[in-house]
């Protein structure tokens, strides 16, 4: 054999040795991934790293933040017409809820889990879509019964935004800036902003009075309209995912799949579009296949078992392949579940508390109300840019920036009930908003980096599937307890702050790494 044959494999040789070498920018175990897919996935960040932030990461922080925004804006617009929609219909506030956290879930588990089998893309395009015609529909509901079927179907494009769009930013962001999907929070502040200004703006004006005993339609159009704009906005939204702005499929997700030559070339259509260009080729891949000694059976039985193999449950014991790999799984898990629980038994009630304390503070209109849930929404912006700092914090990082904010969310909760003044309350809210966006913000962006690629789907759709399980209790919870006492807000309270200890267990830091 001459050198000139020799040579380049023995330079690509070299390039992968230097390449185990530096295994701890990876934010995985060693020993969590199968070592031919590790390698793969090393030579796709680095290709990653060397196409830089650009033009398309730029329009993906854009429409993948759309995901963020739709996750907090539907759950926030729940709380905010259940009461003219519970004076126009006359049943118990919580099915509401319930039926939309049930929506959430299948939502979850149908999208974050189905990415992993059919792609990014189709989750990606159709979510969107999904919620907005429904939504739109739910408008012209007759009883509550229809609403609650409809608000059930709507929260499953709902729930089935953030495993899908939080997978899709990182995989095609550079390593070092992977603050960025901390920063994305900030989308999920502006849904409660903009969900509570609306509100602000129609629903005084155009809603029964919580006093009068026969409300009819046409003086409680405020709700509707509501819905309406939301419904429109998401297919406003849905429209530019679809035809302003063309989504590659993940390179890693499609090597993962066996698909290498498709990886490589989604690879220089993502440089091409930042303006650059990629050295990245199939060999830099396929060259580990020989190297493992693995080649491809074309025969007919292993092409049947490829394709049902996508059915099996490979994908979620990948995420338990190792001690350490399964300890943080499980521990990322059970925070989403605390967190599922705590959250919507406050939040979804936000503005029945606003309006029952603020009456008995001598101040519970209407006006009031929206007014101050759109003064504490503001609160959440501030609070995901702080995260976004804090996360870089060398002695801090995700850990502890988790860690913190989750446990002030609950002390802040519970002081909420010393509040002996409308604008004590209001203050109370404030800060309690602000550390939950921050809370929020490390906990969307620690998830995904913390499972690998081939399976970030399916990891993702676990934690949101055991948030949204957990979730489904928060208004049955309610259907049984006293909202006029502060049991539900202490219960909130003491779950935050199990969350936070919990965060502190974690193995894993993967500030300053790159995700697998």
């Known amino acids: ?24 920018i990876d934010a995985l175990p060693k020993g969590a991934l199968d070592p031919v897919y590790a390698a793969k996935a090393e030579v796709l960040n680095r290709a990653i790293q060397d196409i830089g932030f650009g033009r398309y990461q730029r329009w993906l922080f854009v429409v993948t933040g759309f995901g963020w925004l739709v996750d907090n804006l539907w ?22 809820s319930l039926s939309q956290n049930i929506g959430l879930l299948v939502g979850a588990i149908v999208f974050g889990l189905g990415c992993d089998i059919w792609g990014r893309r189709v989750s990606f395009n159709s979510t969107l879509l999904l919620v907005g015609v429904f939504a739109t529909v739910a408008a012209g509901a007759p009883g509550y019964v229809f609403l609650c079927v409809f608000a059930s179907i709507w929260s499953i494009g709902v729930g089935g935004n953030l495993p899908v769009d939080s997978a899709i930013f990182l995989e095609f962001l550079p390593g070092t800036h992977q ?108 060259r580990f ?33 190792s001690a350490k790999l399964a300890w943080s799984t499980s521990l990322i898990i059970s925070i989403w579940a605390l967190i599922g629980l705590a959250f919507p038994l406050y939040n979804a009630f936000v503005p029945y508390y606003l309006a029952t304390r603020g009456a008995t503070f001598g101040d519970g209109s209407t006006y009031v109300t929206y007014r101050n ?15 976004g700092w804090l996360v870089e914090l060398p002695k801090i990082g995700r850990k502890g920036a988790l860690a913190s904010s989750t446990l002030l969310t609950g002390v802040f909760l519970m002081l909420s009930t010393r509040a002996r003044t409308s ?86 830091e993967t500030r300053g790494k790159s995700a697998m």
């Open 179 to 286: 603050y960025l999907l901390t920063v994305l929070s900030i989308w999920w502040a502006f849904g409660q902003l903009f969900a509570s200004l609306i509100a602000w703006a129609i629903l005084p004006n155009n809603s029964c009075s919580v006093s009068v005993t026969d409300c009819h339609r046409s003086q409680n159009m405020g709700w509707r309209y509501y819905v309406i704009i939301m419904g429109v906005l998401m297919i406003v939204m849905w429209a530019i995912r679809f035809f302003v702005f063309k989504l590659y499929e993940s390179p890693k997700y499609l090597m993962g799949r066996g698909r290498d030559a498709e990886a490589v070339e989604v690879v220089h259509k993502v440089a091409a579009f930042n303006g650059t260009t990629s050295s990245l080729t199939l060999k830099d891949l396929t």
């Open 289 to 321: 296949d020989r190297t493992s000694g693995k080649g491809v059976d074309t025969s007919a039985a292993a092409a049947i078992k490829r394709n049902t193999e996508k059915f099996q449950s490979n994908h979620i014991k990948a995420l338990f392949a």
């Open 75 to 96: 759950p926030v617009s729940i709380s905010l017409i259940l009461t003219p929609v519970v004076t126009e219909f006359h049943f118990r506030g919580p099915f509401f």
């Open 373 to 387: 849930e759109v003064i504490i929404a503001s609160l959440g912006i501030p609070g995901a840019i702080v995260a």
């Open 423 to 508: 604008n004590q309350l209001l203050g109370w809210n404030c800060a309690y908003n602000f550390t939950s966006n921050i809370m929020y913000g490390v906990l969307y962006a620690m998830t995904p980096e913390l499972f690998p690629t081939k399976d970030r789907g399916t990891g993702n759709g676990l934690a949101a599937t055991a948030n949204r399980i957990f979730g489904i209790m928060a208004p049955i919870i309610a259907l049984e307890a006293n909202l006029a006492t502060e049991a539900p807000i202490w219960i909130s309270g003491v779950l935050f702050i199990v969350g936070g200890a919990v965060a502190l267990l974690l193995p894993l």
């Open 1 to 24: 054999m001459s050198t000139s044959e020799v040579n380049p494999d023995e330079e690509t040789n070299s390039r992968w040795k230097d390449l185990s070498r530096q295994s701890s």
